[in-house]
Nanobody, 116 residues
Framework: QVQLVESGGGLVQAGGSLRLSCAASGSISNFKGMGWYRQAPGKQRELVATIFGGEATNYADSVKGRFTISRDNIKNTIYLQMNSLKPEDTAVYYC??????????WGQGTQVTVSS
């Protein structure tokens, strides 16, 4: 089964930027859709952004206009460009892939901390 590995998290000041990467161990064409989710301490995991097919994207209202999800089919990687970061964006960010045959897989997560 294709595995996902996130990277790019870290500590950044409010207003700064980070780019998260999610590298798949196989072809991302195995996935009907992929996305980013996040989980802050004491809160449920929530959707951040998804990308289906080539370019169909969807964003949580809280990140619209600040975050951009993209994919590189040659590198088998998806990205999350995060700009104008806020302290409330602090969370563990997880990559998700939904296989065409119905199951899904998750990465191990990467911590993003935004200081005020």
């Amino acid at each position: 089964q294709v595995q996902l590995v996130e990277s790019g998290g870290g500590l950044v000041q409010a207003g700064g930027s980070l780019r998260l990467s999610c590298a798949a161990s196989g072809s991302i064409s195995n996935f009907k859709g992929m996305g980013w989710y996040r989980q802050a301490p004491g809160k449920q995991r929530e959707l951040v952004a998804t990308i289906f097919g080539g370019e169909a994207t969807n964003y949580a209202d809280s990140v619209k206009g600040r975050f951009t999800i993209s994919r590189d089919n040659i590198k088998n990687t998806i990205y999350l460009q995060m700009n104008s970061l806020k302290p409330e964006d602090t969370a563990v960010y997880y990559c998700n892939g939904q296989f065409w045959w119905g199951t899904a897989t998750w990465g191990q997560g990467t911590q993003v901390t935004v200081s005020s």
